[in-house]
């Protein structure tokens, strides 16, 4: 279903990524970028089923129960600073990013 209410949405990052963290269970996590302050945040993680596609993107409801909407448009697109900590966390084995495409499997 993609019907949803711009009242659920509590993020909309202006860069975002999708990292997938394989440790005991699989799991998704949002590191988000906001460019005025150069904010970031990596979210609590989710499974797929939390995951809707929408015309200008997706929805996705975190473990924390926040719901961040990620546009399409805004995929990738970290700050230099915000890359830099995405290298840090891929120095992890279990640790890689994906597509959002990829994550609906």
Not at 47 to 56: E, F, H
Request: aromatic share 14%; charged share 30%.
């Amino acid at each position: 279903m993609n019907d949803f209410s711009y009242r659920e949405i509590d993020l909309i990052p202006d860069g975002w990524v999708i990292v997938k963290i394989s440790a005991d269970r699989i799991f998704y996590k949002i590191l988000s970028n906001w460019n005025e302050f150069d904010e970031w945040r990596l979210s609590s993680g989710a499974t797929t089923d939390t995951l809707r596609k929408i015309p200008a993107g997706y929805v996705w409801q975190q473990a924390s129960g926040n719901t961040y909407m990620l546009l399409s448009e805004n995929e990738g697109k970290l700050s230099q600073y915000n890359q830099l900590r995405l290298e840090g966390f891929l120095e992890y084995d279990e640790i890689e990013t994906l597509k959002i495409e990829d994550v609906r499997v």
